[in-house]
């Protein structure tokens, strides 16, 4: 394509196209925000209350512990760790999720399990499986 076809109204429509499309090929990923946002976080939450009960309340290191998912809250979901039978107790741990990932706080968090904890949950909230 030479400069006089370029700048022919007939082809001008076409170059545009091209210019628009290599320029939002360029732009940077969106980031979710507001429902979608929220979604992602209910879903890493649910991973990790999923693998939780499955690895975490079969271990006899979390035997004194229960979990109490709020998943269904319009704010940030979060999974509450709290002495076995007792779920109106104050939490021992909070496991917080965003689009982007989980993390925890609480008494656990500076305990001999906190390690554990952290690495458990990062795991499955990138989405892998296993204990």
Request: charged share 15%; hydrophobic share 40%.
């Amino acid at each position: 394509m030479d400069l006089m076809s370029v700048s022919s109204p007939r082809n001008a429509g076409l170059v545009l196209v091209v210019c628009a499309a290599l320029v939002t090929g360029c732009a940077a990923p969106t980031v979710p925000t507001g429902a979608s946002a929220h979604a992602q976080a209910v879903a890493t939450l649910q991973r990790v209350n999923t693998r939780a009960h499955e690895c975490w309340l079969k271990d006899s290191d979390f035997r004194d512990y229960g979990l109490v998912p709020e998943l269904d809250t319009t704010s940030t979901p979060r999974l509450l760790v709290v002495p076995r039978g007792k779920p109106q107790s104050l939490p021992k741990a909070v496991i917080v999720a965003t689009s982007g990932g989980a993390q925890f706080y609480g008494p656990l968090s500076s305990s001999p399990l906190a390690g554990r904890i952290n690495d458990d949950i990062s795991r499955w909230a990138a989405g892998a499986a296993g204990c």
